[in-house]
């Protein structure tokens, strides 16, 4: 045991909640004490302040977990002295110092905006605050498909009217199958040329395809050095992405036409990937402009009650079918009715029975080709068209 003096110094030690002072540093840093003059309970607050030329540190006697525990017990430090091997025995005030932030004005209300934002809408505002112009840019363009709820429903009244006004309307959760017929759109079975067998305007509608020359600007105006931005920001589909290469010249009216197609392609595999829990929600509305959001309810979906009684947007297995036959013949339009088998696979993730079945349904055929020693399979569109065959579900694996 040791002695100590009545009347003996006290020194201070800081420490910092979030690192330690780098011994190179500790010059750079100015240490200001203040006294309250009012005590409590026979003891003054001592506020301990380290300034830098970017932060600010600030600590008392009265807060952290440091200054508690001094209630409960002392703390000394022994200062030796070298020349006479004499140690002084010393108090100690540990301070517990805390950056200090300058305090900005939120309001609540802007707090719970940010907080009600869904994962993807977060996304969106840290990209628009901190992402390159390229991605800015491209958000803005995804910025003008967003139409508001209340928009949509005067374009809606008129589809849900006819919808409940069917005598055949499904209750309980019945899914009615559509005729095999009804899942191709119309086609010229004697057509001596491809370009005759399907007519574009049967997949998007003059109405789709007027709105579609605003939202397709980027696509229009997209330029070689873009494609990697894009493809690290994940801001179109790889069956877009693939194509964006070859869209003809700058100016050309087939240009604006190719664009057009590309972007309604983007909004197919959109839908096409959604859950059927997205499409019963809002965001099903909130993801296409009005016009195509009509055009896809009208196609591909079914209003169908459920067990509370209430109508919900549904895609059945064969509507689904239906949708992945229109992106198929759109693909063939826009690679003017040739495909690789493999990359349409790859692209849209469909098992390889089922996209045979499907092409072949079209009226495809598909040839095996050789390059170099690598074999690989090709879809063809020719005519006269063979025979199709009807889909035979038992066969097929989703």
């Known amino acids: 045991m040791f002695e100590v003096k009545d009347k003996r110094p006290t020194l201070t030690i800081a420490t910092f909640s979030h690192g330690k002072l780098k011994k190179k540093k500790h010059k750079k840093i100015k240490f200001l004490s203040y006294l309250q003059t009012q005590s409590y309970n026979g003891k003054r607050k001592r506020i301990l302040v380290g300034k830098t030329d970017s932060i600010c540190y600030v ?5 952290g977990e440091k200054s508690d525990s001094s209630e409960m017990y002392k703390h000394y430090v022994g200062v030796l002295n070298k020349t006479t091997g004499k140690m002084q025995i010393c108090d100690v005030e540990i301070f517990d110092l805390q950056p200090k932030f300058p305090e900005t004005q939120t309001k609540d209300e802007d707090i719970s905006e940010t907080l009600g934002l869904s994962a993807v809408e977060q996304k969106l505002m840290l990209t628009n605050a901190f992402g390159s112009v390229t991605s800015r840019r491209y958000i803005e363009s995804y910025k003008k498909t967003i139409v508001d709820g209340t928009m949509l429903d005067e374009a809606m009244d008129g589809v849900l009217d006819q919808t409940l006004n069917k005598e055949d309307l499904p209750v309980e959760g019945a899914q009615p199958e559509t ?9 010229n079975v004697d057509a001596t040329s491809p370009e005759d067998v399907y007519n574009i305007s049967d997949i998007i509608s003059p109405a789709e395809m007027g709105c579609l020359h605003e939202y397709s600007q980027d696509i229009l105006n997209f330029k070689p050095e873009d494609l ?8 179109y589909c790889s069956s877009v992405l693939e194509r964006l290469t070859s869209l003809p010249p700058l100016g050309s009216p087939a240009r604006e036409t190719k664009a057009c197609y590309l972007q309604y392609l983007e909004y197919m595999v959109i839908f096409m990937q959604m859950s059927s829990r997205t499409i019963k929600s809002k965001l ?11 055009e896809f309810i009208s196609k591909f979906l079914l209003f169908v009650r ?5 109508l919900e947007r549904q895609a059945t297995i064969t509507l689904r079918d239906k949708l992945l036959l229109h992106i198929l013949i759109l693909l063939l339009i826009i690679d003017n009715f040739s495909l690789s088998f493999d990359n349409i696979q790859k692209e849209l993730n469909i098992k390889t029975l089922k996209l045979q079945t499907l092409f072949n349904y079209i009226g495809c055929q598909i040839q095996k080709k050789k390059d170099k020693g690598n074999v690989y399979k090709v879809v063809v569109l020719k005519t006269p068209l063979k025979v199709m065959k009807p889909l035979k579900r038992s066969k097929i694996k989703f």
């Open 228 to 235: 990697e931005p894009l493809k690290r920001d994940n801001v």
């Open 306 to 310: 459920n067990s509370k009684g209430v």
């Open 179 to 187: 005729p095999e017929s009804s899942l191709l759109p119309p086609c």
């Open 59 to 63: 600590g008392d006697n009265f807060s």
């Open 284 to 294: 099903f509305l909130n993801s296409f402009p009005p016009i195509v959001c009509k």
